[in-house]
């Protein structure tokens, strides 16, 4: 079986993370292998928010959870000490489809990295909001941005779940 096939049949998503950071060189990696999603027309509409700030992190913590309905002491990041939000320029038609491709190189590369991730929503929401639009602003961010998803990643504290049966249908046509 070659790297590629093994990557995507053996990356689970985690979803309890050692507080311990995660090296730099293997977070450009992952970005890195992000950038180089397929994008329609090789537009690449993304933007990426690599926050390993845990103030910041705690903010998107408590905004994430706040959409849930949790209590904000809620961690919808499971504890992972890296965030990567993928925001993509909504002038792009494919933009969703984009960020969401980008998404899937993100959480293939942790994990040939040897890192756990995890795809989290309510990045649209986040961004939606005064507190995400001020968030961006903060860090000179300026455009029609839609928050795709957060990639958290980091090293697993406990051993990931074995596959399950892949529910998904084959209708071949000859």
């Not at 998107?60 to 990041?77: H, R, T, V, W, Y």
């Not at 639009?133 to 903060?138: D, F, H, I, R, W």
């Not at 941005?145 to 990931?160: D, K, Q, R, S």
Request: aromatic letters at 8%; glycine letters at 8%; proline letters at 4%.
């Amino acid at each position: 079986m070659n790297e590629v096939t093994k990557a995507i049949l053996t990356r689970r998503s985690c979803r309890n993370f050692k507080n311990d950071m995660v090296e730099k060189a293997k977070i450009d990696a992952i970005i890195e292998a992000g950038m180089y999603a397929a994008s329609g027309m090789n537009r690449q509409p993304w933007l990426v928010l690599a926050i390993t700030n845990k103030e910041v992190r705690d903010e998107l913590q408590k905004m994430n959870a706040k959409i849930m309905g949790k209590d904000e002491s809620f961690d919808p990041f499971y504890g992972a000490p890296v965030v990567l939000v993928v925001l993509a320029d909504k002038s792009a038609p494919t933009y969703v489809y984009d960020g969401a491709l980008m998404m899937g190189n993100l959480m293939l590369e942790a994990h040939n990295q040897g890192l756990a991730s995890c795809w989290i929503h309510r990045a649209k929401e986040e961004f939606y909001s005064e507190e995400g639009k001020a968030l961006l602003a903060k860090y000179g961010i300026e455009g029609d941005y839609e928050g795709i998803g957060h990639c958290v990643i980091g090293y697993p504290a406990t051993e990931l779940n074995a596959p399950v049966p892949r529910k998904g249908k084959v209708v071949y046509i000859d």
